[in-house]
C-alpha cells in the first residue's frame, strides 16, 4: 500500500477552509478531518463543567475525562464527545470562544495531537486547522494556507449564522473575529502562520468554485505521481 496523502490546510477563522475541505475530501475520495471541531469539543466539555473563560486551565487536569471521536455517516463528519453527539452544538457564537480560549493550552494541543497524526497515519486525509503544515504534520506533501480579508469572513460567517437561524449582528461577527484572529497568531502555542513551503491562496476575490478549482490545481500538481 502507498504512504497516505496528507493535504494541509491552515488559515484564519471564516477563510472558508472547512467548507473547501469537506468537498475536496469528498470529491478526491479522502478522510475530512477538522481539527477546530476537536477544540470546540474540548470548549463545550470545559463550559458544560462549568469553567469560566477567565480560569480556561481548569480544564487541563480534566482532560482525562475527556474522549473524542470522528465518525461518518454518508461521508458526513461527525464529532463526539465521550460518545454524544455535539456536531451541531459546537457551532456557536459561545463555543467559539470556548474553543479558542482551550486552544491556547499546550495540554490541549498536546492531547490532540495524537489523534490528528494517527488519522493522518491511517488515511489520506484532507485535514484542516491553524497548525497543521507547521506542528501537526509537517511532513504532509501539500499544505495550503488559505486567507481572505477580515471583512469578507465576517460577512461569510455572519450569512451563515444567520442561516442557522441564530440571532446575531454583523458588527459583533466581526469584532469577534477580530479578536479571534489576534488570539490565534498572538499565542505562544503552535500560533496560527504559514508553513514555510505553503501555498498561500487569497479567497477574498474568488467564489466559492473558483476557490475549490485552484485547491485541486495545487493538490494535483503536488501529488502528480502518486494520484
Ligand atoms: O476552525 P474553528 O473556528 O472551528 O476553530 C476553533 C478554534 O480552535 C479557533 O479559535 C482556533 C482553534 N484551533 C487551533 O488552535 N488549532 C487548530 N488546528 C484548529 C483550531
Excluded: W
Aim: glycine share 6%; proline share 4%; net charge negative.
Amino acid at each position: 500500500m502507498r504512504t497516505p496523502i496528507n493535504v494541509a490546510i491552515d488559515g484564519p477563522s471564516g477563510a472558508g477552509k472547512s467548507t473547501m475541505a469537506r468537498l475536496l475530501a469528498q470529491q478526491l475520495g479522502f478522510v475530512y478531518v477538522d481539527t477546530g471541531a476537536m477544540y470546540r469539543s474540548i470548549g463545550l466539555y470545559a463550559k458544560r463543567a462549568g469553567i469560566g473563560l477567565e480560569e480556561i486551565e481548569a480544564i487541563v487536569p480534566r482532560l482525562p475525562e475527556i474522549t473524542i471521536q470522528l465518525r461518518y455517516t454518508d461521508g458526513v463528519q461527525h464529532i463526539f464527545l465521550n460518545g454524544e453527539d455535539v456536531s451541531e452544538e459546537i457551532r456557536t457564537e459561545i463555543i467559539s470562544r470556548y474553543a479558542s480560549a482551550v486552544s491556547t493550552l499546550a495540554p490541549v494541543r498536546e492531547y490532540l495531537l495524537e489523534l490528528q497524526r494517527g488519522l493522518a497515519r491511517d488515511h489520506d486525509v484532507i485535514m484542516d486547522g491553524r497548525d497543521i503544515g507547521t506542528v501537526v504534520l509537517p511532513n504532509a506533501q501539500v499544505k495550503i494556507f488559505l486567507t481572505a480579508s477580515a471583512e469578507e469572513r465576517a460577512r461569510r460567517r455572519y450569512q451563515e449564522l444567520l442561516e442557522k437561524g441564530q440571532a446575531v449582528e454583523y458588527d459583533q461577527v466581526y469584532q469577534d473575529l477580530l479578536a479571534r484572529d489576534e488570539k490565534d497568531t498572538s499565542r505562544a502555542a503552535a500560533p496560527l502562520k504559514p508553513a514555510a513551503d505553503a501555498v498561500q491562496l487569497n479567497s477574498t476575490a474568488y467564489t466559492l468554485e473558483e476557490t475549490l478549482e485552484r485547491m485541486k490545481t495545487i493538490i494535483g500538481e503536488k501529488t502528480q505521481n502518486v494520484l
